[in-house]
Structures are given as structure tokens and as C-alpha cells.
């Protein structure tokens, strides 16, 4: 048998004195592991890292354990250290938010309790906060819809996956998905395995749908019985990944309501503004969907994994419903306690509620506004100093917290290559987009405290690496660069 220690459970009675020694332990190497880091990213590419988990990793599985606190420890240090940390001022590559402390401690909670939301008896508060949750965030997305209601997603992906099969479901396996060149590519992955038609995709050289190309879209189906257009589901998005853009929504479900088409709306990104009265208006129309996805570890600032597919009538979730006499037999059900199948094509469930429940509950509609409006800033500021530098070139204003730029004068090749010299050196993770028929570097705007010169710096960053590329000598794998010395030393230069 392990050390007692090493045995002790989370939960119950003597579970949070059991694991009190072991948070202590993590904090500690988090700490550890960020300082050794000292930047958005490990140094020294993919070879690097890999050498440094390795050598710190194997053997994975020893004949005799190494104890708790080694294992533990050195783990969660390698882990830190090898990190790309959304919370740097300098990550702002992806739809990937730092999370919230608060957050993250509710997730501690639910991964100590471990409730499993597939029946009510393995979580019966879990699973009756989760319905609470579920229905606060239908309302917000279809107010006044009496009977909408919300499903728990792993995010915009499983989001938009549902929303595919329950439109196959109810209109029949030859619906057609009709959906722009600037969605999602999850939308494409669930026709696929859903085994419909491949989507059909209306150009969007603007970056957004035409409502008039999807009108037109629609019109030329292949006809249904009768005469009439086939089915068809008409999919928008509310916050595309490489620019931000929002489609016109509005625009959009008059199109789909004048050929009986479905809508389902992509807002993994962009469907937390509902919260912020000041940007509300940039999803107007979400309401006239069918189906609405949201991502709340996007602009939500919760641990991943955190989504929702918010529907406007919860008839449309008939689809869904399954049962097993293990877990919600029909006489248990008829005595009362809740089937818990219906909510999900999963099984056993994590209680990612419970972090949502909390974030919501701690901040309210004031405090998550706040933190939008905060990143919305950080955006705008950011695109200024663009704007105002003439060794950069702006794409456009954004539209939510994306902002796409490149060095003046740079080639695609150069604007690349100049992401990987950034990225390998451990200095910035900024992403790529292809926008306006150009590659651009993007940065995706998820903090809410960052700092104008940590954008400032941000940019002197990306100005000096193109204009050193050519001579920049070759420095081995693993190497520290210069800023990253003089911040462990605790004399960061302005770079930083």
C-alpha cells in the first residue's frame, strides 16, 4: 500500500485536511514554475521542452514510487515552467482566456468533490445547481422564449456539434448546413460526422455573411418534397476566430425565417457581451436563433472546460432523450428523481457548472461587464498603437478584442516566420490569420488587466525581431534570451 498520505482521499469528512498540505505543495511550484519560465512561453521550440519533460518525467510509471511531494512537486513545476500562460501580457495568440482565481478555485472544489452529472444520485446538488445555471443562461440569450433552456458544452466545439445533430434530428438527414467562409472549422468536422452533406459556403470577402449571398444560397437547394427548397440550417457567427467579425444577425434570421431554414449561431466568442450593456448591441439578434453557442473559457475567463448550447424552445432537445436502467431507470424517474441522460451525448460529467455558478454569483452582471469592458480596452489601445507606428500596418479596428497586424512592408513568408522566431524564443505567442488575401499576425485580446506598456512593449517586441531577422544569430535550444536573464534577475528591461 502507498503512504497514508499518499493514499488519503479528497473528499469526505478528512479530505480537505488531506489535501491542505497538498495545495501548499502547488502554489508553491506554480511559483517556482512561472519564475523559472519568466515569459509567455518556455524557450527553445518543441525539441527543447520535449527534452525538459522528459528528463524530468521518466519513468512515468517507476517500480517503486518516488513519493507524494516529489512527484507532485516536480511535476507541477515542469508544467508551469513549460507553459504558455494566457495570463502574460505577451500570450494573446488564441480564443484561450486566463482564468479567474475565483474560478479556478471552484474548479479545485468540484475535481475534490467529484461529482458525475450522468445521474442525480451521483451529484444531486451539482445537478440541480446545474439546471439552475443552465436556465439563467437560456433566459439571457432567448429573454421572454417561456420554455428556452441550455445544455453544458466542453465549449464551442460540442456546441456546435449539438446544434447539427438536433437540426438532422428535426429536419431530417438531408438538411443542408449553409454557413460562411469565415466559420468555424468545428462546423465543417460535425457535418462530417454526423454524415450530412458537406456544407455549403457562402463567400465572405467583407468577413462577414451577406444576408442577400445566404438568401440566394438557400433559394438554389436541392428541392424538398413538393417542390419546395430542401431543409436547411443556416449557421452565423457571433465573433469569427481570425478576426473577431460578428455576422449580421439580425439580416441573417430574416433570411433563414423566409425559407424555413433553421439558425444556429456561433457566440463562443462573442456571446458573453449579452452581460455588457455597452456592448450588447454587437450580438443583437442572437435571440431569433434556434440554437446559440457560447464558450465561456473564451471571453469568459473561466478554466477550461466551460460551454454552453443555449436552445429557444426545449422541445428541440427531444432528440437527446436516452435512457439506462443503471443510471435512470423509468420507474425511478416516475418516483421522482431527475434523469440526468437528456442533458448531454456524454456520460460521466465533470460539475463544470459549479465555477460559472460561482463567477456569476461573486461578480454579477456589473463585475463581468467590467472585465469585457476592460478587454475591450485593451484592444482598442492596442490597434491605436498600431495605428500610430509606422513600421506596423493595422487590418482594421477590431471589432471585438482581435486585433490583426504585421510588420509594414512584410511578406507572408516574413510575417510567419517572424511568429515562429517570436515563439521559439519564448518571447510573444501570437497567432496567424489570413485576412484581406494577406497573412497577418493576430493577437486576440482575453486579459482585462493588461497594461498599455505591456502593449507597447508587446510591439517593440515584434518591430526589433523584423528588423533583426536577417542577421539574428542562431542561438542553441533552451538558451535563455537576454530579457529573460535580466527579469529573473529582477532587472527587466523595457522589452518587458
Not at 207 to 221: I, K, Y
Request: hydrophobic share 50%.
Amino acid at each position: 500500500m502507498p503512504a497514508a498520505a499518499e493514499a488519503a482521499l479528497a473528499g469526505g469528512p478528512a479530505g480537505p485536511r488531506a489535501l491542505r498540505p497538498y495545495l501548499d505543495l502547488v502554489l508553491a511550484a506554480l511559483a517556482d514554475g512561472a519564475a523559472r519560465r519568466a515569459g509567455p512561453l518556455p524557450p527553445g521550440g518543441p525539441r527543447a521542452v520535449a527534452a525538459r519533460v522528459r528528463e524530468a518525467a521518466r519513468p512515468v510509471l517507476p517500480d517503486a514510487g518516488v513519493g507524494a511531494e516529489a512527484a507532485l512537486s516536480g511535476l507541477v513545476r515542469l508544467l508551469a515552467a513549460g507553459a504558455a500562460d494566457p495570463a502574460d501580457p505577451h500570450c494573446a495568440a488564441h480564443l484561450h482566456a486566463p482564468p479567474l482565481a475565483l474560478a479556478a478555485a471552484a474548479d479545485l472544489a468540484a475535481g475534490a468533490l467529484n461529482p458525475s452529472l450522468d445521474s442525480w444520485d451521483q451529484a444531486p446538488a451539482a445537478a440541480e445547481l446545474e439546471a439552475e445555471v443552465a436556465a439563467a443562461v437560456a433566459a439571457e440569450v432567448h429573454p421572454g422564449a417561456a420554455r428556452a433552456d441550455a445544455l453544458v458544452t466542453t465549449g464551442g466545439t460540442e456546441a456546435n456539434q449539438l446544434a447539427l445533430l438536433l437540426a438532422r434530428e428535426l429536419l431530417g438527414p438531408g438538411v443542408q448546413v449553409v454557413t460562411g467562409a469565415n466559420a468555424h472549422h468545428s462546423v465543417h468536422r460535425a457535418a462530417w460526422l454526423l454524415g450530412l452533406r458537406a456544407p455549403h459556403v457562402v463567400p465572405t470577402p467583407r468577413g462577414v455573411l451577406d444576408p442577400a449571398a445566404v438568401r440566394d444560397a438557400l433559394g438554389l437547394l436541392r428541392p424538398g418534397p413538393g417542390g419546395a427548397p430542401g431543409p436547411a440550417l443556416v449557421v452565423g457567427t457571433a465573433g469569427t476566430t481570425d478576426t473577431g467579425a460578428v455576422d449580421p444577425l439580425p439580416a441573417l434570421a430574416d433570411a433563414a425565417a423566409a425559407h424555413g431554414a433553421r439558425l444556429h449561431v456561433d457566440a463562443a466568442y462573442g456571446g458573453l457581451l449579452l452581460l455588457a450593456p455597452g456592448r450588447a448591441h454587437l450580438v443583437a439578434g442572437l435571440d431569433r436563433a434556434h440554437t446559440v453557442a457560447l464558450d465561456l473559457h473564451k471571453l469568459g475567463w473561466q478554466p477550461i472546460a466551460a460551454g454552453f448550447l443555449a436552445v429557444r424552445d426545449d422541445a428541440d432537445l427531444a432528440p437527446l432523450a436516452y435512457s439506462a436502467d443503471y443510471l435512470s431507470a423509468d420507474d425511478d424517474t416516475a418516483a421522482g428523481l431527475p434523469a440526468l441522460l437528456h442533458r448531454s451525448l456524454r456520460t460521466t460529467r465533470r460539475a463544470d457548472v459549479l465555477k460559472v455558478a460561482v463567477t456569476f454569483r461573486a461578480l454579477g452582471r456589473a463585475g463581468v461587464a467590467e472585465l469585457v469592458e476592460g478587454t475591450f480596452a485593451a484592444a482598442a489601445r492596442l490597434a491605436e498603437l498600431v495605428g500610430a507606428d509606422p513600421e506596423l500596418e493595422l487590418y482594421a479596428p477590431p471589432t471585438l478584442t482581435t486585433v490583426l497586424f504585421r510588420p509594414a512592408g512584410a511578406d507572408d513568408a516574413a510575417v510567419a516566420a517572424l511568429r515562429r522566431r517570436l515563439l521559439v524564443d519564448g518571447h510573444a505567442v501570437l497567432g496567424r490569420a489570413e485576412a484581406g488575401g494577406r497573412r497577418w499576425l493576430k493577437a486576440t485580446l482575453l486579459n482585462p488587466h493588461v497594461q498599455h506598456g505591456d502593449l507597447r512593449n508587446l510591439l517593440k517586441l515584434v518591430t526589433e525581431a523584423h528588423r533583426t531577422a536577417p542577421a539574428a544569430p542562431h542561438r542553441p535550444q533552451g538558451a535563455y534570451p537576454p530579457h529573460r536573464q535580466h527579469r529573473e534577475n529582477g532587472t527587466a528591461p523595457d522589452a518587458r
